[in-house]
């Protein structure tokens, strides 16, 4: 058995959030051969679950890595098998600083998206995930559990989140991981999540082999699960960071079926 670990924006989505119908019919041979498939994105649960459905992927045996790796998620038992969640105090600190640069930063429920005002940058956000919009001044008093991740999102100065990177690094070395899924985006999660180790946990769980594990990604926060994995592989349209990374880069980007491509020519 195979195992295929893909990111969804920039890598398996095309550029209108699409699963082609050539990457579709790759899927369909992947699944049908006996392999095993796993969506892996920075996106929340629900709106990875839209995607799927979306897409018609109602094959068995998928698993969802959500939030970066906070979340991994049995679509046939749809129960979670593991969780890394972030301390309320630790929400409360990342909310003060977040304020005092006067920067966007929302956080979650397991359904909704939370943030302090309905304004811009959760607009733009809201686009593409689909999620209800609650509002709460104080997010560690709103939540009723500790949230799967926190998101800061500056859209026109991306020297305000490497910023915020900068006034937090001290407090967060041992407490939680930030990194980028794209110029607007800044990631904050649990220190024991990522992708990379969602990888790891995956392979231990079900006894499958790093060596038959094949990793796809465009953006900074795929590159521990392109390390992680038997198999890298980097988006024609990936950063340049991403490719160093990886161990091949496909020939294709993700509006022309780059992975599906790829992933025929190694199988």
């Known amino acids: 058995m195979k195992i295929l670990f893909t990111d969804l924006d920039g890598t398996l989505l095309n550029n209108q959030s ?6 579709k019919t ?19 649960l629900n709106s990875i679950l839209e995607v799927k459905e979306l897409a018609g992927l109602n094959y068995p045996g998928i698993l969802i890595i959500a939030y ?19 301390p309320l105090s630790y929400v409360s600190y990342l909310q003060a600083q977040a304020k005092s640069q006067k920067l966007h930063i929302q956080t979650y429920t397991d359904n909704e998206v939370v943030n302090t005002a309905d304004d811009e940058e959760i607009r733009f956000y809201r686009r593409r995930i689909h999620l209800p919009l609650v509002l709460a001044d104080d997010y560690a008093s709103f939540l009723k559990k500790e ?28 407490k939680v991981q930030y990194i980028f899924s794209n110029d607007y985006y800044l990631e904050i999660f649990n220190k024991d999540a990522g992708k990379g180790n ?10 499958i082999p790093r060596s038959n594990t094949y990793a796809a990604g465009d953006a900074q926060n795929d590159i521990s699960m392109l390390e992680a994995a038997g198999c890298g592989i980097a988006m024609l349209n990936a950063a340049d960071i991403v490719k160093k ?11 022309n079926d780059g992975l599906a491509e790829y992933m025929r020519t190694v199988l």
Request: hydrophobic letters at 40%; aromatic letters at 8%; glycine letters at 4%.
């Open 18 to 23: 699409i699963v082609s119908e050539n990457t």
């Open 147 to 174: 949230p799967l991740k926190m998101l800061a999102i500056h859209l026109k100065d991306h020297s305000r989140l490497t910023d915020f990177c900068d006034s937090i690094s001290d407090w967060a070395a041992d």
């Open 198 to 207: 969602a990888v790891r946990y995956v392979c231990d769980h079900f006894n």
């Open 245 to 255: 990374s990886a161990d091949a880069i496909t020939v294709k980007d993700n509006d």
């Open 68 to 86: 970066n790796g906070a979340l991994i998620f049995d679509c046939d038992s749809k129960s979670a098998i593991l969780e890394k969640r972030l």
């Open 26 to 44: 790759f899927l369909n041979d992947f699944i049908n051969a006996g392999h095993k498939l796993v969506l892996s994105s920075g996106r929340p």
